[in-house]
């Protein structure tokens, strides 16, 4: 295991967090790896690692959670790629933070990810509405929830109430719907 190995969140214990943080990126040298078989200078091959994110989400601007999906490409060329564990994490700590418009949470994300990475990274965001129907389509039928995004709500606080989770869970199963 190299020093950059030991570093990375990947085998460790796991601290979410509630508000957007970008911290919690780790950036690993692809030279390292490369360096390994033998790759230096001007590489043999091209491309990019492509990352697929199905489920994201954050809140609007009046604190109604929106959802989306994503896609990320990161170069090849770029001098680090991202560690896949502080990735997903740093998407979820999207979760609870509030963003005025769509555009602003692709932006943020693309200039996080490019930082992170040292190259251009693209981010491409997509409205539940954008989903593609053929890979969807059987569970979008299922659970659409197209109907919430029409509403027009201001939602103040988010919290979760521990106290409901506690009596919940001495309850008949058929009685934790309370909550």
């Known amino acids: 295991m190299t020093d950059h190995e030991s570093l990375l969140p990947l085998g460790k214990e796991t601290v979410y967090s509630a508000e957007y943080d970008p911290e919690l990126l780790c950036p ?14 001007e590489l043999p091959f091209g491309g990019y690692d492509l990352w697929n994110a199905f489920e994201l989400s954050w809140l609007n601007g009046k604190g109604k959670p929106v959802v989306a999906m994503g896609e990320f490409l990161v170069p090849c060329t770029s001098p680090n790629l991202i560690e896949s564990k502080s990735f997903k994490l740093y998407l979820n700590s999207f979760n609870q933070t509030r ?14 990810l490019s930082q992170a990475a040292g190259g251009q990274v693209g981010v ?28 027009t709500i ?13 009596l919940a869970r001495g309850l008949p199963r058929s009685c934790t719907a309370i909550c």
């Open 154 to 166: 201001t939602i103040w606080i988010h919290v979760c109430l521990q106290v409901l989770l506690i």
């Open 28 to 41: 690993f040298p692809r030279q390292v790896k490369r360096s390994e078989i033998g790759v230096s200078g």
């Open 99 to 112: 963003f005025t418009c769509f555009a602003q949470v692709e932006k943020q994300m693309a200039t996080d």
């Open 124 to 151: 491409r965001l997509f409205e539940s509405h954008q989903f593609h129907p053929s890979r969807f389509n059987s569970y979008r039928e299922a659970v659409s929830t197209d109907w919430i995004s029409k509403w």
